[in-house]
């Protein structure tokens, strides 16, 4: 799959939906049903099936957190995102989550937080995975060495940068624009691919979110230990394929 594919939501002829190309994902434009005038087919972002069950994460992140964080939190952005097309009246064909997100103004609060919610969040399902994996490998290994000096160097740049966050907020790693990989943290839901609005753009490749939802009720104000917990449970392999080519 190309690399760039990782979080477009493909639009579709059939249903209007926007899914992303996962596999097991319905191929709306594979279906019979009638296409219909882009004006008047409605016009939905969909969170994808998480993957994993909601306890799987455990004991690094809770099955309770994982549950309100998926059906409530991030399922709240997708649908106010969607209202916040509607009202927008922009033109949608051939949009992608990836493609509107540097589009966004910064007063520009509805596409903004909910925007980057959704994407922020389906990027944090897919880079998490049950037990975890080891440690980065091949090229990622190699860049994360050269860049920061170590993986354990890289680990305690990223989290420290998580854990001074302050309020609500995410710390990433991201390829900037000089194409180099970077340690970065934004407010609220804002993403590295809003570059009308971050002072340091790139492709998100890991994120961390430090909202209080996203570890409150198993660490309370240990937000370190939540940020120790989830390092535990990172999918190198997806981290790597969220690098572009
Ligand atoms: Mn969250």
């Known amino acids: 799959m190309k690399k760039r594919t990782f979080i477009k939501l493909a639009g579709t002829a059939g249903a209007g939906l926007l899914l992303a190309p996962l596999a097991g994902c319905r191929?709306?434009?594979?279906?019979?049903?009638?296409?219909?005038?882009?004006?008047t087919r409605p016009f939905l972002f969909a969170q994808e099936p998480l993957g994993y069950g909601f306890d799987a994460l455990e004991p690094a992140i809770d099955a309770m957190t994982m549950e309100i964080h998926y059906s409530k939190h991030h399922a709240g952005y997708v649908n106010k995102l969607n209202k916040a097309m509607h009202a927008s009246g922009m033109a949608t064909d051939g949009l992608t989550l990836e493609s509107l997100l540097p589009t966004i103004a910064a007063d520009q609060t509805a596409l903004r937080n909910n925007g980057g919610g959704h994407y922020n969040h389906t990027?944090?399902?897919?880079?998490?995975?049950?037990?975890g994996s080891a440690a980065p490998e091949g090229a990622l290994l190699k860049e994360l060495v050269d860049t920061f000096g170590s993986v354990e160097a890289f680990q305690t740049a990223f989290s420290q940068a998580a854990a001074k966050r302050f309020g609500s907020g995410w710390a990433w790693l991201i390829r900037n624009a000089e194409g180099k990989l970077e340690v970065t943290s934004t407010p609220n839901q804002d993403n590295p691919l809003m570059t009308?609005?971050?002072?340091?753009?790139?492709?998100?490749?890991?994120?961390?979110?430090?909202?209080e939802h996203a570890y409150y009720l198993n660490y309370q104000n240990r937000r370190k230990d939540y940020i120790a917990g989830f390092m535990q449970r990172v999918n190198w392999d997806a981290v790597a394929a969220n690098d572009r080519a």
Request: aromatic share 8%.
């Open 123 to 131: 990027l944090y399902w897919r880079t998490l995975k049950p037990g």
């Open 196 to 211: 009308k609005i971050v002072e340091q753009s790139g492709q998100p490749l890991l994120g961390v979110d430090v909202w």
């Open 27 to 39: 191929n709306e434009e594979s279906n019979d049903s009638p296409k219909t005038d882009s004006a």
